[in-house]
């Protein structure tokens, strides 16, 4: 999938969203990570010209919350749980069978644009650990043999069908 | 006409991933083509806390509860429950200890031994819906607060009651008020704000209160802010919870309009609104100061709290900063009385806790208790024990902040005081129980692990020093440990706890410290070469015995081709090209594959 | 939906709480309109949508109504049982729209036994 250019109309128009304040920085970072899936280095200009804050400030927020990015993500972020009792129950191993899988590291993005991969910390899914998390759908009780068929729902052009059973 | 049935579709995060939209959507279909879509009601209800056996569905007023329902199953379910009255057995759950299913919720050991408070509501009212909310009792205690007690009061009432704060601290929420009521503020601003960051990995008691109850905890902050003269209050949620955040917006919206929150609140003249902030993942920023500056658009990193947010928070102002359990218990003080809460519990810990049991234990999900209870009845009897029928090896309490408690201290009633001096905490309340099959020394390194990247880097003690620590675990999970590396781990732990700019430094190294004092063996063993629950992978070997078949699976499964044999001839594993991934492990049927 | 007074919201939860009684399980009794196959066949559906609608009209909200499967007695189908607290159950025969509503009004709401419906009292336990 092609990287959206970046408008400043739609940044200004985020900015508006939330009322141009300070206070908001994170929420407006939020809606821009979700409009580019990254946080583009012209929208940190434009945040940092509307709201009155100092580019660094913003620099400073998109590198020290995980959720962004400053580089595109891919269309589906694969996230394996690794809290604590993801952790016990084998989410280390999920991990690494998603890596092989997708033919990339964590925090890697297929050439192609589709995967991203990242670990999470704890999503709060715990009775159904281990759990992953392809954009907004969640995988519970995941092992590493049912990996690949899980990430075959969402290769390939056709959307992935939500109501198919996990196990 | 009245509804004669209640169909309440559990919709929490876990059996929303369960497919149990699907399934609430199937039953409104299936009953409208029978024509009894008039006499029964099908409700979206949130977290029932039992997310091992989702999705759930509760028949009411019969109480007859359904686990694992697939959308399959809705035809024979309206025809012979709904239609004919026969409950169906073979929806029922089955408690392991028992042979026959149990058709009545109250009757399952899970739920029999609870009892609710924060929790009061949950799987009766639809969360977004603020008329089940009422129904039940919502915003009744607001009414009392407001038009028969004095902020002081409030204040007094919650001292008695003996709350503590939920979060981790435990710090005495009446007095926190108190204090900052009188913290000097020029122009007489004060803020509230709930934190709901719930950061620590298997804790989600918050989660679920805000998925499935979120006007309890509207109401437990508008009687805070009353009590502490605030007119602004914050939430501030972290964005891995999406459904919680919908929920608490339309809970917001919905109490606007019926005068509940806004102006003049409930026709009184008290003011107070509420302001959601989204967190963008980072566990520090459930630290209050953390937080706060997050909220003012800052990153989320602490400052050193000689004075206190309740003295200069928010915006530099005295600020009350509670978590979403503790507001959810407001109400119901207010509403019963501080003796009424002051019966429940121990000496010093009042009233109930919210637990998560996950890990190795057959019932996983939420469980409310009151204060007191062993470890051993939650383990075990809520619990209904380890998984798989395995051997009970520790159970970690207070996530990356809390420690292990091994077995012969079971019988701990958990309150704030003995968790801690077992080494561990309360925490939020996450229960992570562990068995044979998962190694000490490897989850302490996966704690010091999630510290060490959650760390803000502003204090040397925690960034660097939690750093060495990770060093040193890894060696010895990697089987290159020495005896002095015990020493310094533990001489390591004590600079760190002592000179820690905040809570995620000081607290971090409870994990290692208390893996070392049960599980010294452990690691001793692991520097001897051997991972004795067969986890470290530099330290063990697959192998494949004669109880092979040849089903030729892990020959299937294997991604580095490293399994040998041909189909129906036993198997062998080239250990030069095996990656422990364990894969073969795991899809064998025939207990063939070793780990040693 | 306009913003509330004290007064307003203690009367709206008031409501509220009484259109949600059985969702509790509160209850003064509760109604079993026997249906198996039987049952329908004989208009057991009719006897159910009569006694409902009664109970609407009449606003009637802390009664049980549920269904049960054939009570063994095809021939005097429609069937209900009647089961008040602290009392003991009463199978009633031979329904049909006008005697389920007598039976609400009468045992359920008042108290009072319609015997001429009925089959026999305490025979079993319900529920």
């Known amino acids: 999938m092609a990287i959206k250019q970046v408008s400043e109309e739609k940044v200004r128009e985020i900015v508006r969203r939330w009322g141009g304040r300070e206070g908001f920085l994170v929420e407006m970072l939020q809606d821009v990570q979700t409009e580019y899936r990254y946080i583009p280095e012209a929208a940190i200009r434009t945040l940092s010209k509307e709201v009155g804050v100092p580019v660094g400030q913003i620099y400073h927020l998109a590198t020290f919350f995980k959720r962004f990015s400053l580089k595109p993500r891919g269309e589906y972020v694969i996230s394996v749980c690794t809290g604590t009792a993801c952790h016990v129950k084998g989410a280390p191993r999920v991990l690494d069978a998603c890596a092989r899988e997708l033919g990339i590291s964590v925090g890697e993005t297929t050439k192609d644009g589709t995967f991203t991969l990242e670990e999470v910390r704890c999503l709060g899914c715990c009775g159904l650990a281990a759990v992953v998390t392809v954009n907004d759908d969640i995988h519970g009780h995941v092992t590493t043999s049912k990996v690949p068929r899980l990430l075959k729902r969402y290769k390939g052009t056709e959307k992935a069908s939500h109501g198919e059973a996990d196990d | ?596 | 939906m306009a913003k509330l007074t004290i007064s307003e919201l203690q009367k709206l939860r008031e409501k509220l709480a009484q259109e949600r009684q059985t969702r509790e399980g509160n209850a003064r009794g509760q109604i079993i309109i026997h249906m198996g196959t039987c049952g329908i066949a004989a208009g057991a559906r009719k006897v159910m949508t009569a006694l409902l609608e009664a109970m609407d009209k009449q606003n009637v909200r802390d009664v049980i109504v549920n269904t049960s499967g054939c009570a063994g007695m095809c021939s005097k189908e429609p069937m209900a049982t009647v089961q008040m607290a602290q009392q003991a159950p009463v199978k009633y025969i031979s329904l049909n729209e006008e005697k389920i509503v007598r039976i609400l009004n009468e045992h359920v709401l008042k108290g009072s036994v319609v015997k001429e419906y009925a089959l026999a009292m305490g025979s079993e336990r319900v529920g």
């Open chain 2, 1 to 596: 006409m009245p509804y004669r049935l209640h169909l309440m579709v559990c919709a929490g995060t876990g059996c929303v991933s369960n497919h149990a939209l699907e399934l609430r959507d199937a039953l409104s279909a299936e009953l409208a083509k029978r024509g009894l879509g008039k006499e029964i009601e099908v409700v979206t209800t949130g977290c029932n806390g039992f997310c091992g056996v989702g999705p759930i569905l509760l028949v009411q007023p019969d109480g007859i509860f359904y686990q694992k329902v697939q959308v399959k199953d809705v035809p024979l379910l309206v025809e012979e429950h709904l239609v004919k009255g026969r409950p169906v057995k073979s929806l029922m759950f089955t408690p392991p200890e028992a042979k026959e299913p149990v058709p009545k919720m109250r009757d399952i050991p899970f739920f029999g031994k609870q009892m609710l408070v924060a929790l009061r509501n949950r799987g009766m009212i639809d969360p977004e819906k603020i008329e089940d909310y009422i129904a039940r009792g919502g915003y009744q205690a607001l009414a009392k607060a407001l038009t028969t007690m004095t902020p002081k009061q409030i204040i007094e009432e919650i001292k008695a009651s003996g709350l503590r704060g939920r979060g981790g601290g435990g710090f005495p929420t009446g007095i926190k008020w108190e204090t900052c009521v009188h913290a000097h503020s020029d122009d007489g601003v004060r803020y509230l704000v709930c934190n709901a960051d719930e950061g620590d990995p298997g804790a989600f008691m918050d989660r679920s209160i805000i998925e499935g109850d979120p006007h309890s905890v509207i109401e437990g902050m508008v009687i805070g802010a009353y009590a502490i003269g605030a007119h602004q209050g914050y939430i501030y949620v972290r964005h891995e919870y999406p459904l919680a955040l919908r929920r608490f917006t339309i809970a917001l919206d919905q109490a606007r309009e019926y005068g509940l929150l806004g102006k003049d609140i409930l026709g009184t003249g008290f003011d107070f609104d509420i302001e959601v902030h989204r967190g963008a993942g980072a566990f520090v920023c459930g630290e209050s100061t953390a937080l706060m500056a997050s909220i003012e658009g800052r990153v989320g990193e602490p400052r050193a709290k000689y004075i206190h947010t309740v003295e200069v928070g928010l915006y530099n102002k005295p600020t009350v900063l509670n978590n979403v359990e503790t507001f959810a218990n407001v109400p119901v003080i207010i509403e019963r009385g501080a003796k009424w809460f002051a019966a429940i519990g121990t000496e010093h810990s009042k009233g109930t806790k919210v637990f998560s049991l996950a890990g190795r234990v057959k019932n996983t999900g939420l469980v409310e208790v009151p204060m007191g209870l062993s470890l051993r009845e939650l383990i075990f009897d809520i619990g209904g024990g380890i998984a798989d029928d395995g051997e009970f090896k520790a159970v970690q309490t207070g996530g990356p902040s809390g420690g292990f408690i091994p077995e012969d201290l079971l019988d701990l009633p958990v309150d704030y005081e003995k968790l801690y001096e077992a080494g561990s905490m309360m925490g939020s309340g996450g229960v992570v129980v562990m068995d044979e099959t998962s190694c000490m020394v490897d989850v302490a390194r996966f704690f010091v692990d999630f510290l060490q990247s959650e760390s803000c880097g502003k204090c040397t003690p925690c960034r660097e020093g939690i750093k060495a620590l990770h060093g040193i675990l890894s060696r010895i999970c990697d089987g290159k440990g020495s005896e002095a590396d015990l020493a310094m781990l533990e001489e390591l732990c004590s600079v760190i706890a002592d000179t820690s700019l905040c809570a995620l430094g000081g607290s971090a190294p409870n994990p290692v410290l208390t893996s070392i004092r049960y599980f010294r063996s452990e690691y001793e063993a692991h520097i001897q070469g051997k991972c004795p629950a067969g986890v470290c992978r530099a330290l063990i070997t697959f192998r494949i015995n004669d109880k092979c078949t040849g089903c030729h699976l892990c020959f299937k499964a294997c991604p580095t081709s490293a399994v040998l044999g041909e189909p129906k001839q036993m198997h062998t594993i080239i250990q030069e090209k095996c990656i422990k991934c364990g894969a073969c492990y795991d899809v064998c049927k025939f207990d063939a594959v070793t780990k040693e």
